[in-house]
């Protein structure tokens, strides 16, 4: 079973070497990214399901549901003071948690810097870039956690369908 803690770890052993290369760099990025995407994918299949669950197919069925361009979008929608009136119908509320803000900031963030180390060889990346990278996404998945259960099942149920109003 993928661990994103794991990830998180990879992706810190590739920042810290001695002399990391672009490649380093670039993957320690992209797995930091990841280290998130697949902490909250785990944290919503296990609150859908239910992590005894992880050998059936329902369990699988809504860990690869999840798309990253609706997430982002949601994320986008969700880190602001007040929530937009299409959102405040969904999430039945005015605003989200300082947690589930950090969480939603840090989640748009860190999927567009795994898009410039992935796709763009123009750009040069630090250590610090990729030390950023890791420390952001274990903030974000510890805000994650750190949302209240009624806001969080709301939040991982939104990021994972097409609402409609």
Do not use: W
């Not at 002399?19 to 995407?37: C, K, T």
């Not at 969700?78 to 589930?100: C, F, K, M, N, Y």
């Amino acid at each position: 079973m993928l661990d994103p803690r794991e990830l998180l770890q990879v992706a810190r052993a590739l920042a810290a070497g001695p002399s990391p290369v672009d490649a380093e760099l670039r993957r320690a990025i992209s797995s930091a990214y990841y280290a998130l995407f697949h902490a909250t994918l785990k944290m919503a299949t296990e609150r859908f399901v239910g992590a005894p669950h992880r050998t059936t197919s329902a369990y699988a069925l809504i860990y690869r549901g999840f798309v990253h361009n609706r997430m982002k979008d949601v994320c986008r929608a969700i880190d602001r003071p007040i929530l937009g009136q299409r959102h405040q119908t969904l999430l039945q509320r005015t605003r989200v948690s300082p947690e589930a803000r950090t969480f939603a900031n840090a989640f748009v963030s860190l999927q567009a810097l795994r898009h410039r180390a992935d796709y763009d060889p123009q750009v040069a990346f630090r250590r610090s870039d990729a030390v950023d990278a890791c420390d952001q996404a274990e903030s974000a998945a510890q805000a994650l956690a750190a949302i209240d259960p009624v806001e969080l099942t709301d939040i991982l149920a939104l990021l994972l369908v097409e609402a409609r109003v």
